[in-house]
Nanobody, 127 residues
């Protein structure tokens, strides 16, 4: 069973940076597509970014439009960990951030296609 644990959230001023980490258990982690989502109070879960295996040692990333240029998703397969580097943070980035694993779907296009989720880590950006 795949388990995910997010860390790195906190309180930061607008314009600041945070790096989230997500540690994953799983024997074939390098083949999993991993994603980051977020959910603000009274809002639905929002896609942030994903990183998927493209063959060999190549991984492909994809971002929500509002995160492009500010957020970077990466992974360290030796550490079974993915990261979300968040720069130029805005108050509207305030949310609980979740990592998710898709162990069966190569390029998931909806949250329902991810079959393992972490508990989330809170990010609060003050103005």
């Amino acid at each position: 069973q795949v388990q995910l644990v997010e860390t790195g959230g906190g309180l930061v001023q607008a314009g600041g940076s945070l790096r989230l980490s997500c540690a994953i258990s799983g024997r074939t982690f390098s083949r999993y597509t991993m994603g980051w989502f977020r959910q603000a109070p009274e809002k639905g879960r929002e896609f942030v970014a994903r990183i998927g295996w493209s063959g060999g040692t190549t991984y492909t990333t994809y971002y929500a439009d509002s995160m492009k240029g500010r957020f970077t998703i990466s992974r360290d397969n030796e550490k079974n960990t993915i990261y979300l580097q968040m720069n130029s943070l805005k108050p509207e980035d305030t949310a609980r951030y979740y990592c998710a694993a898709s162990t069966k779907v190569v390029w998931p296009t909806s949250p329902a296609q991810y079959d393992a989720w972490g508990q989330g880590t809170q990010v609060t950006v003050s103005s």
